[in-house]
């Protein structure tokens, strides 16, 4: 009877911390040349625009309008989808929101062929600083 009340608890505790670990995301390394990389387009109300443009064509169905996080696809996605909105995310260099926004991982798409001009994606990073709260 012990031997069984002491199976169930090691069980219990299993599948919490299995729960846990899939609650935590593994950190995003971004390579050092990224986060010191600088953006390469003024940050006028034309680029804004066509980051905005871009962002509701790439990103808004995972990210949300606001980037939330709360898209029509964000349901499908494993990861974090982030809050773009945060101090977190908006703390982060240009470079590094370049870098993720561009080369991805996992359920995060790689850009490099969808949006091969990388003014565009730097455009993108303009636009995201907009949603800042």
Not at 9 to 15: E, K, L, P, T
Not at 18 to 33: D, I, M, Y
């Amino acid at each position: 009877m012990k031997t069984v009340k002491l199976l169930m608890i090691i069980g219990i505790i299993s599948v919490g911390l299995l729960s846990f670990t899939k609650l935590t995301q593994e950190e995003w390394k971004v390579p050092a040349k990224y986060q010191t990389m600088k953006n390469t387009v003024e940050a006028s109300k034309a680029n804004i625009a066509l980051g905005k443009t871009l962002y509701a064509k790439h990103c808004k169905s995972c990210h949300g309008t606001t980037g939330l996080g709360d898209g029509t696809k964000a349901k499908e996605v494993e990861g974090d989808l982030g809050d773009f909105s945060s101090k977190k995310f908006q703390a982060q260099s240009d470079g590094a929101i370049f870098y993720k926004s561009y080369i991805g991982r996992k359920d995060m798409p790689n850009y490099e062929k969808k949006i091969p001009e990388k003014d565009d994606v730097w455009a993108m990073v303009h636009y995201m600083r907009t949603l800042a709260k």
